[in-house]
């Protein structure tokens, strides 16, 4: 069964730094692409990241770039997500999905959550 | 960047009416759209990818229609448990972008 977990989120003062993890189970990691989306409270969804399955190749959605770094450790099947500089807006649910785009993202963690306040 | 307008917003509808939801794009996708439907305080569930391919699992009720820069999602006959949001997922080579969101609620 695939499962991911996320982890790492909390709360944190604006203009620091947190990097959250994502375990994954049930299926050949290696061989997905990832990503990370998140949701702020009442919200919609907005895509922030994706790695390919070997992790040379990465985007990112413009309101991250070079604040955020993903990456991924194919030998501990979890994928990561580096987040510096922190700003109020970007609290939220923070989510890791599967897939790319010939299959959508098919699967999806639990969330978790990170709040950025002073 | 490509922009996603879905609509409406919110839709109020009774227990086994059709139900559409539309996703328009500024910019041709191909079929590169998917369909997501989220209840409160979950994780989104994938029900349409490559716009019109109905994942595993879903309910035949749920059907996806469109390329290039208009899609659909329709609800062949509401049931209480299509209470949710849903949303559409674009992806056009570089960057993914999710459309607003549509609330179904149940009149």
């Known amino acids: 069964e695939v499962e991911l977990v996320e982890s790492g989120g909390g709360l944190v003062r604006p203009g620091r730094s947190l990097r959250l993890s994502c375990a994954a189970s049930?299926?050949?990691?290696?061989?997905?692409?990832m990503n990370w989306v998140r949701q702020v409270p009442g919200k919609g969804l907005e895509w922030l990241s994706h790695?390919?399955?070997?992790?040379?190749?990465?985007y990112y959605a413009d309101s991250v770039k070079g604040r955020f770094t993903i990456s991924r450790d194919n030998a501990k099947n979890s994928l990561y997500l580096q987040m510096n500089t922190l700003r109020v807006e970007d609290t939220g649910v923070y989510f890791c999905?599967?897939?790319?785009?010939?299959?959508?993202?098919?699967?999806w963690g639990q969330g978790t959550v990170v709040t950025v306040s002073s | 960047d490509i922009q996603m307008t879905q609509s409406p917003s919110t839709l109020s509808a009774s227990l086994g009416d059709r139900v559409t939801i539309t996703c328009r794009a500024s910019?041709?996708?191909?079929?590169?759209l998917a369909w997501y439907q989220q209840k409160p305080g979950k994780a989104p569930k994938l029900l349409i990818f490559?716009?019109?391919s109905l994942e595993s699992g879903v309910p035949s009720r749920f059907s996806g229609n469109g390329s290039g820069t208009e899609f659909t999602l329709t609800v062949s006959s509401l049931q209480p448990d299509d209470l949710a949001t849903y949303y559409c997922?674009?992806?056009?080579?570089?960057?993914?972008?999710f459309g607003q969101g549509t609330k179904v609620e149940i009149k």
């Open positions: 999905a599967r897939g790319g785009p010939v299959r959508g993202f098919d699967y």
């Open positions: 049930g299926f050949a990691f290696s061989t997905f692409e």
């Open positions: 790695s390919s399955g070997s992790g040379r190749t990465m």
């Open positions: 910019q041709n996708l191909s079929h590169w």
């Open positions: 490559r716009a019109s």
């Open positions: 997922l674009q992806y056009n080579g570089f960057s993914w972008t």
